[in-house]
């Protein structure tokens, strides 16, 4: 226990004794009534007895670490009139002492209760102490942890007007060896938030620092800034993290060296005492090395590298260049900004030597993740999507081509007719792949099932109504389409700003949007002739490369070796209830005549192969209205999806693929012989893309041609690609 003593004169303390109002002047004396601010001088006791489990810089003494007051350490303290909020610097002469005097200057009468460190936002009610637990603290090589960075809190008390602090926090020790300069320590939890705003009973006989996990101050990651970096030994080096206590079981400890970052999970649980220390075990920090690494760009580069699932965990690699081949600068350091599961991949290294991006991926696991190369400021220079999964090839078509057995980013495929019985709406959804705006390397997650979707979008409203709205000039604009339904990822809580998918309003040309790899953007007005529909302000110029092509090219989405497919090369699945002709009979999967359970459909070719197309539907880019949000960045048309109208139409939910479409023109568009197409979209000359939809009434092509919402989406929405084999 700390006590804090009025420094005053005698006369003085008897007026406070006797619940008088009275500032102490400089020299002791009350200040005048002239409205100049009081100054005055505050000391600071602590008991001889108080060890280890208070509060800032502690010494080792005969076995035992004793609390002494750092330098630059700031208190607040509250008078008895409301919103007071005084700060008390410590004089610097009682730095390193039990013992101190804190100077102030301000209007504080009657001092009843105090707080450390000083904030001021901070707010007292009644007894609750409102106030905040940062998210940056500082590390100190001297203490336990840096001056200003815990919460404690107390009231005057007693007759001696003793103003007793208790700590209200707890204190992670973490130990590490090695030899590498690290630059920052994160410690992160996914359920629990570890810092922002929160609040102080005073009158509870422990106080207990609480967030309020509702504000949207609170961080789910707090960072220990090492300043220029600390260098590991072979002997454990201390480091110390302040959080709100409690019990924790799902912390990852990051460590930041020189260009790679390495993540650690705690697989136990961790129980944090208010007043104590918990250490953990000690770790031992190596740099990642590329040496034995799979080298997944060494047939050529790619926006996605594929990797297959394995019994043991493994170390790959990639260059950190464009598709063309050209090296992305900018970068000093590489890591995943999303994942689907914990231990998909981790020990992420940009070696900047080599110009080469190492991760592992761990044992028994398939999923997505997306590794960003960041800048200094922790900008994304450019993203690579890792899809884990036991793909297959398949050959189909005339001439024939072949195809992956499933859209990019699906973790299963059907392989025959009782494959499909078997689906329930969580294994249907890992059949669908992840999203893609139009000419856009990024991917968004589909549905987390297929099963109930009895309401149209995902928000759970036909009005989009977005709750964290804000306006069409390019902030945030909402999150709330990516939560209801979406497949569930885990977010990298290093990165505040990248913290969840959101629909933004961005006018923003394509290279710029490479920043904004979580953003779903739409331009939500026409400006400058660009259409509302498009995700980038310069994607419909008709100057330059096509987005997609015959060519790949640098925004193109498949792995190496895979482009994204022209129109008529995806045309065979037409349904046309013929066999032969040149096309496939297409079957839903409604085998038993049961409605809900229409999650895809098949057809099965003459060579035998078995091709799954999932009900995936798509993220709208908002129909009709160019200068309205519409429901953008919304789910639609998933699995069992119904929709109805006056007449109670109800159908099943669609198989949407992006295609382009080469040698193409206006006058073609016009005619829209096959398929979907916006003929606003010409992106290069007469190179056009081309949206192919198979919808459930009667599970075919909509060709539409006429004015309707599905002739103006454009190249915002989101739809699944189907990778072709290159054959140039």
């Not at 609390?67 to 390193?96: C, K, Y």
């Not at 509870?204 to 609170?218: H, L, N, W």
């Not at 000419?439 to 989009?464: C, K, L, M, Q, V």
């Not at 022209?566 to 049961?594: I, M, Q, S, V």
Request: hydrophobic share 35%; proline share 3%.
């Amino acid at each position: 226990m700390k006590k804090i003593l009025l420094y005053t004169t005698a006369a003085a303390m008897m007026s406070v004794a006797a619940g008088c109002n009275a500032d102490i002047a400089d020299d002791g004396s009350p200040s005048g009534s002239d409205g100049a601010a009081k100054a005055g001088r505050i000391e600071a006791l602590i008991d001889d007895e108080t060890t280890c489990d208070v509060r800032n810089s502690l010494t080792d003494k005969d076995g035992e670490r004793y609390i002494l007051w750092s330098e630059g350490d700031v208190i607040g303290i509250f008078g008895s009139a409301a919103g007071r909020n005084v700060a008390a610097t410590v004089d610097p002469e009682f730095v390193g002492t039990r013992r101190a005097v804190f100077d102030y200057l301000g209007d504080v009468e009657g001092i009843f209760c105090g707080y450390y460190p000083y904030n001021a936002n901070a707010s007292i009610n009644g007894d609750v102490l409102t106030t905040a637990l940062p998210a940056r603290q500082t590390y100190s090589p001297t203490s336990v942890f840096a001056s200003n960075t815990t919460i404690m809190a107390g009231y005057v008390r007693g007759e001696e007007n003793v103003l007793e602090f208790k700590n209200a926090c707890a204190i992670l020790e973490i130990q590490l060896t090695g030899s590498e300069l690290i630059k920052s320590l994160s410690l992160t939890s996914g359920s629990q938030p570890l810092a922002g705003n929160g609040s102080v009973n005073l009158r509870d006989e422990q106080p207990v620092f609480k967030i309020r996990s509702a504000d949207t101050s609170a961080q789910y990651c707090i960072t220990l800034d090492l300043g220029e970096g600390v260098r590991l030994t072979s002997a454990p080096t201390p480091f110390y993290f302040v959080v709100p206590a409690g019990t924790y079981d799902d912390l990852t400890l990051v460590t930041e060296g020189e260009g790679f970052v390495c993540h650690r999970r705690s697989v136990a649980s961790h129980t944090l005492q208010v007043r104590h220390i918990a250490p953990m075990k000690p770790i031992e920090v190596k740099r990642p090395s590329l040496d034995a690494a799979v080298d997944l760009s060494v047939g050529g580069t790619s926006n996605c590298y594929l990797v297959s699932p394995s019994s043991e965990a493994k170390t790959y690699s990639f260059d950190a260049k464009l598709v063309d081949g050209t090296a992305v600068g900018g970068g000093v350091i590489a890591d995943y900004l999303w994942k689907s599961s914990e231990n998909l991949i981790g020990d992420i290294v940009y070696d900047a030597a080599s110009g080469k991006i190492g991760f592992t991926v761990g044992a028994d696991v398939s999923g997505n993740a997306l590794i960003s190369l960041l800048d200094d400021k922790g900008t994304a220079v450019w993203s690579w999507h890792i899809w884990v999964s036991d793909i297959e090839e398949q050959t189909f078509g005339s001439p024939a081509l072949t195809f992956l057995d499933r859209a990019i980013g699906a973790t299963y495929a059907p392989k025959s007719v009782e494959d499909v019985k078997n689906l329930d709406g969580v294994t249907a959804a890992r059949t669908g792949g992840m999203m893609y705006q139009w000419g856009r390397n990024i991917p968004f997650p589909g549905a987390e099932t297929f099963d109930h979707h009895t309401e149209r979008y995902e928000s759970g409203t036909t009005g989009g109504d977005y709750s964290d709205a804000t306006n069409k000039d390019g902030v945030a604009y909402g999150k709330k389409c990516f939560t209801a339904w979406t497949r569930k990822m885990i977010f990298n809580k290093r990165y505040p700003e990248y913290g969840a998918f959101e629909m933004r309003n961005l006018y923003k040309t394509a290279a710029e949007m490479a920043a904004y790899p979580l953003s779903f953007n739409k331009l939500f007005a026409n400006r400058s002739a660009v259409a509302g529909g498009s995700w980038a302000s310069d994607a419909f110029v008709t100057s330059g490369d096509a987005r997609w092509g015959e060519q790949k090219t640098n925004t193109d989405p498949c792995p190496v070796g895979y482009r994204v497919p022209e129109h008529d090369e995806l045309f065979y699945f037409r349904n046309d209830n013929l066999a032969d002709g040149g096309y496939y009979k297409y079957t839903h999967n409604n085998l038993n005549n049961t409605t809900g359970r229409d999650y895809g459909g098949y057809v099965t070719t003459t060579t035998g192969e078995f091709i799954w197309m999932p009900r995936s539907g798509f993220r709208t880019s908002g129909y009709n209205n160019a200068n309205s949000n519409g429901w953008s960045g919304t789910l639609t048309a998933v699995g069992t999806y119904a929709s109805g109208n006056a007449t109670g139409r109800t159908e099943a939910g669609n198989v949407c693929w992006w295609t382009y479409k080469k040698d193409d023109t206006a006058a073609s568009l016009a005619a829209a012989p096959n398929g979907w197409h916006n003929k606003a979209a010409a992106v290069s000359g007469d190179v056009y893309q081309r949206f192919l939809i198979m919808i459930g009434a009667g599970n075919c092509f909509y060709q539409e041609t006429g004015a309707s919402w599905w002739s103006v989406h454009a190249s915002a929405t989101a739809c699944e690609v189907r990778c072709v084999k290159q054959t140039n």
